[in-house]
């Protein structure tokens, strides 16, 4: 550390400044030190410098003692100059041997990798040559082998290798070569005759399945697929046999096929039952007489019934069914055929997609007994009368047509779609058919026997088995072909009926007859679920009902419904009667000849209903609901009789009237459970 000196003049003198630089010399460490230690300045100051002439005495006479060996450090070091100089030029030299060395290790490399290259190239042509010398060369041994090989699997090792080197020869960067030249005309011979015993061996194995086709057809398939390699083979070296050998098979196939599927139809025909074909309508209408017909109505069939075939609709996609001698049911026997072909089309799609590599060859095979098939159908549904074993047909169809989707095979839809227009189309003529007999048919037909007229006819039997046959199928799938149908039938069968009733003798026999058919209808729905006309059928019933009771009521207690009718202008329970204008007098005799004879009335309502309903439960229904109405219309006849008597309080004679409850008592016995 520094320290400025202050100036110090002589003239004038500043104290203040003095004591000021006092005080800044003081805050020196080192003379703060001597300050502190009190000691004397002054002769400090003269030991100090006799010390340093001591130091300066002892410093000459150490470097008088040491200028000799000065002089030899001299020398040294002049030798040492000369011997770095030296070294410098070896250094020199050495580094322009070094940079030399450098040139000739980047040559060395560049070398090297040459070398290594010509070295690859080496290789890679001596291993060209040899692959080219093992393609172009053609053994007596490779030569037997192709020509005089058992056709099989153990042959397809041979035609590769034959396919190699038919492939090797024909490269661009081969073929022009002498060897490639030479070895063309030998492969080709060899290609020839090895396409010819792939040739005979195929046609061998298509000729077995021609000779026992539904036995050995699985074995023999079998067998091709594991030497798919020679229609490959064939594909790749002469297409112009894989074609015919393709073409064949399509032939010999498309013909066992053929053949199989007329005898499947020919055994349909056969063994068909005749009732799907037989003269059958909604109208059962029978013709008899020797030499003029007479139109009289039959009985009701099972024409329209499911029956037993209701066991096809858990069989929908079931295996094809081995018939005896007996007659089926035409949809069973459909069911089966079309079954046999969606497997065998399957099958056949799936062993000619992977053999021959192609997807059309199926359709190809198929395509006649397709076309069979078509106008086997067409002949046959054209006989067909029964509207159910359509809708069965309509419903495989569907069927078959949804399960080769799920198999990805959609080569016969076209076919199937085709088919299903057709049984659409024949289940709306077949509806159209008995829509027109009834709207034809004379509603006098049914009143031929005044005793039994009033009953269920033959024609409501059958539409209610119709019904319910429907009811059953319905479907998703079958929706869209026959609701349409379905309600146009039923409205033409409602107009029928209401034609019918309208014929008949007396009223109450017209609404009988409406009850006990409609009746016969609901209960048919109803075993089986209801369906899409129950609701509409058990609201027509229900209205039936209600105008029987009224009617009948009103024919044996005329007087008092017609009170009961002028003091209420609704059935409402809670509605407020109104004044009428009818004397006590009246009314009492109203009371008095409904307590006399209400329960012999009310008999006779019941045994006469009884007598004319067709069905028991129908008949006690009613009985409950006429019973209900009675009382119904005995507890509003005394409300009519407090609003018209006095302070609106019943007269005194009423309480010698029949009450509510022992009404009630009194119908019981007559309506079982009340």
């Known amino acids: 550390m520094s320290y400025s000196t202050p100036e110090i003049t002589l003239g004038n003198p500043n104290f203040d400044e003095m004591e000021q630089d006092i005080a800044m010399f003081a805050s020196i460490p080192s003379v703060n030190e001597v300050l502190c230690n009190g000691v004397d300045l002054k002769n400090y100051k003269t030991q100090i410098n006799a010390e340093l002439q001591e130091a300066e005495h002892e410093a000459l006479e150490s470097y008088l003692s040491q200028i000799e060996l000065s002089g030899y450090l001299y020398e040294q070091v002049c030798a040492c100059d000369e011997a770095l100089g030296d070294i410098e ?137 594991k030497c798919r390699y020679l229609i490959r083979f064939l594909k790749s070296n002469s297409s112009d046999v894989e074609e015919s050998v393709r073409n064949y098979y399509i032939q010999i196939m498309s013909r066992i096929y053929l053949e199989n599927f007329r005898m499947l139809t020919k055994r349909i025909i056969r063994q068909m039952s005749p009732l799907s074909t037989a003269r059958e309508t909604l109208i059962p209408i029978l013709q008899t007489g020797f030499w003029k017909t007479k139109r009289i109505i039959g009985e009701a069939t099972q024409f329209f019934s499911l029956g037993d075939r209701q066991r096809l609709l858990n069989e929908l996609l079931s295996p094809p069914q081995p018939f005896g001698d007996g007659t089926y049911p035409c949809e069973t026997l459909i069911r089966s055929l079309y079954q046999t072909l969606i497997d065998s089309f399957t099958s056949e799609h799936l062993f000619c997609s992977s053999f021959f590599d192609d997807t059309n060859v199926g359709i190809l095979i198929f395509g006649t007994t397709v076309r069979f098939l078509e106008k086997f159908i067409e002949t046959l549904i054209s006989r067909i009368t029964d509207p159910i074993c359509i809708l069965f047909l309509l419903r495989f169809s569907i069927s078959h047509k949804n399960e080769m989707n799920r198999r990805t095979i ?147 207690f005329s007087e008092l419904m017609s009170v009961v009718k002028r003091g209420f202008s609704t059935d409402d329970i809670r509605e407020n009667p109104i004044r009428i204008d009818i004397s006590e007098k009246d009314l009492k005799d109203i009371a008095t000849d409904f307590r006399e004879k209400h329960t012999q009335k009310l008999k006779m309502i019941i045994d006469s209903q009884n007598q004319k309903l067709c069905d028991n439960q129908n008949a006690q229904e009613i009985s409950q609901k006429i019973a209900k109405r009675i009382t119904f219309i005995w507890a509003r006849f005394e409300q009519l009789l407090k609003t018209n008597s006095k302070g609106g309080v019943a007269p005194s004679w009423w309480s010698q009237m029949t009450t509510l409850s022992q009404l009630v008592t009194d119908i019981r016995p007559l309506t079982k459970p009340f």
């Open 89 to 225: 030029v070896t250094l020199d030299k050495f580094k322009s041997s070094i940079g030399q060395l450098s040139t000739d290790i980047c040559a060395l490399q560049t070398r090297s990798q040459s070398i290594t290259i010509k070295l690859g190239n080496k290789k890679a042509l001596e291993s060209q040559l040899g692959v080219f010398a093992s393609d172009v060369t053609i053994s007596s041994q490779f030569i037997h082998q192709i020509v005089n090989g058992e056709v099989g699997v153990g042959y397809i090792k041979v035609l590769e290798e034959l396919h190699r080197k038919i492939s090797f020869s024909k490269k661009k960067d081969v073929r022009n070569t002498p060897a490639a030249q030479e070895a063309k005309q030998p492969l080709d011979v060899l290609r020839m005759k090895a396409s010819e015993n792939i040739r005979k061996w195929l046609i061998d194995r298509i000729n077995e399945i021609k000779l026992c086709y539904g036995t050995e057809l699985f074995n023999i398939q079998t067998r091709l697929l």
């Open 410 to 556: 959609n080569l016969l839809e076209a076919h199937l779609n085709g088919i299903t227009n057709k049984y659409a189309e024949r289940f709306r003529m077949i509806i159209r058919e008995n829509i027109e007999t009834l709207q034809q048919i004379d509603p006098q037909m049914f009143l031929e026997n005044p005793t039994t007229c009033h009953h269920v006819t033959a024609m409501t039997k059958r539409f209610s088995e119709f019904c319910s046959s429907i009811t059953q199928l319905i479907h998703p799938d079958l929706s869209n072909y026959m609701m349409t149908e379905l309600y146009h039938t039923s409205e033409e069968v409602y107009l029928l009926l209401g034609k019918i009733s309208r014929q008949m003798s007396t009223k109450e026999l017209s609404i009988v007859f409406l009850i006990n058919n409609y009746y016969h209808i609901l209960i048919t729905l109803q075993n089986v679920g209801g369906g899409p006309l129950y609701e509409g059928i058990e609201k027509k019933n229900m209205e039936l009902h209600k105008e029987y009771i009224d009617y009948s009521l009103e024919g044996q």
